[in-house]
């Protein structure tokens, strides 16, 4: 195939993959990334912005600095917010990102792309690192955030793809499974279990040698992305420390964590932790969004055994009994995933004309996050559906009480619905 077919073929699987993304990864071993960048520019169909990170973005004032001048020159009123900000907020990384969103909200009305390019340069920056993940969260609803990198960016990619917010794309192909090029098989083999209380397995025997649960977390923390520091080891897990002591504390849990499974887990290279590439790795979680993956694809005839698949695979909240706060964060997005395959497969049930099935899927889900009223209102309907209309009242009672200790109300939509199904 001629390169300029391959090209097209790439451009043609970026734009069916990232239509529903809010960021698309041009994995660093694609061989069309920057083509593909250039084409992306160029392309008619769609506004595009470009920053390619320079030597001095090695800090997240540098990075702003830079982003928002190159920016302005492509669109005058850029910058205009974050500009004013007085110098004492340039420490508010809160403050920084939500004004920097609210300047990317201003750039169009018209859907848009922001690609950063060349994002490795930012490797060691930390601050960069979070900066864009959390960026991800309050990206304008128009704005797509593009990256080309020559490394496997630090970032939670699991969990953004767990949330429907992310793909990986390696030219025409998209990145379904094992997204960190873990080994599977191998001498020593792990099999971790996240989604529930947390366990390990080492050769098909559990781990109960862990000296407190710090070491344990710290190998969880570890899998999370493809690759992390000590500042932010340290920032997660002992924030209250001084630098010194958090380090010290971290090198104790590290060599527990090491003892626990009698071998070197987290290898240091270059700057970065990660875990042991001698090590096979069976992730649950890895399993859990590749399989919510296989259910999303339209074309896959097996979709309906991927939604239960992912249904099975997920055993509980993830780390449950934990509640540190990247604990907490990572067990929100992936119940996002769960509550997708468990409203999915409710939807099938409904297909096949099986209320009842479709009912009990939906209450699943409420039990998981009681807070989705578009469920609520299922629920309702369903209840309505079958003749239990007496249900479907007590069903909406019991959610307008629940909200009213929180002094608040149902949507509109949900008392309209109420209203209907009462007359």
């Not at 279990?193 to 397995?201: E, Q, R, S, V």
């Not at 971290?250 to 290898?267: G, I, N, P």
């Not at 970065?272 to 259910?295: C, E, Q, W």
């Amino acid at each position: 195939m001629k390169l300029h077919d391959l090209i097209e073929q790439s451009y043609q699987n970026f734009q069916e993959q990232a239509e529903d993304a809010r960021v698309i990864l041009l994995h660093p071993r694609s061989r069309y990334r920057s083509v593909l960048v250039a084409r992306l520019i160029n392309s008619p169909d769609i506004k595009t912005f470009y920053y390619a990170l320079g030597p001095d973005d090695i800090n997240l004032n540098s990075f702003l600095s830079g982003i928002t001048h190159d920016l302005a020159n492509q669109h005058p009123t850029f910058g205009r917010h974050i500009n004013i900000l007085p110098p004492n907020d340039n420490e508010n990384f809160d403050l920084l990102l939500e004004t920097f969103a609210r300047d990317l909200s201003e750039m169009s009305e018209e859907p848009f792309m922001l690609i950063l390019d060349e994002y490795d340069r930012s490797d060691s920056a930390d601050d960069v690192q979070m900066f864009v993940e959390k960026l991800v969260d309050v990206l304008p609803q128009n704005c797509k955030l593009v990256i080309n990198s020559r490394t496997l960016p630090r970032l939670p990619w699991v969990s953004l793809i767990a949330q429907k917010q992310a793909v990986l794309l390696q030219d025409e192909k998209l990145i379904s499974q094992n997204y960190y090029d873990i080994a599977t098989t191998g001498q020593n083999e792990l099999e971790v279990f996240a989604l529930g209380p947390g366990y390990i397995l080492l050769n098909g025997q559990a781990i109960d040698t862990w000296e407190g649960h710090l070491p344990r977390l710290l190998f969880f923390f570890a899998l999370d992305k493809p690759s992390i520091t000590r500042s932010e080891i340290c920032q997660a897990f002992w924030p209250e420390l001084v630098t010194d002591q958090a380090v010290n504390v971290f090198h104790v849990t590290k060599r527990r964590l090491h003892k626990a499974l009698d071998m070197d887990v987290l290898v240091h290279d270059d700057g970065y932790y990660r875990v042991n590439p001698d090590l096979a790795i069976k992730y649950d979680v890895m399993d859990f969004v590749s399989t919510l993956m296989s259910g999303r694809n339209e074309d896959n005839p097996r979709r309906i055994e991927s939604w239960a698949k992912a249904i099975e695979l997920y055993r509980g909240p993830f780390l449950q009994g934990h509640n540190d706060s990247w604990i907490t964060e990572r067990r929100k997005d992936f119940q996002v995933g769960y509550m997708e395959a468990l409203t999915e497969m409710a939807r099938v049930r409904l297909a096949e004309e099986r209320p009842e099935h479709a009912l009990a899927m939906f209450q699943k889900a409420l039990a998981e996050d009681s807070t989705r009223e578009d469920i609520h209102r299922e629920v309702m309907q369903l209840y309505a559906k079958l003749g239990r209309r007496s249900e479907a009242a007590a069903h909406y009672q019991k959610l307008f009480e629940e909200m009213e200790r929180h002094n608040g109300e149902p949507e509109a939509d949900t008392q309209a619905l109420y209203q209907t199904i009462m007359s």
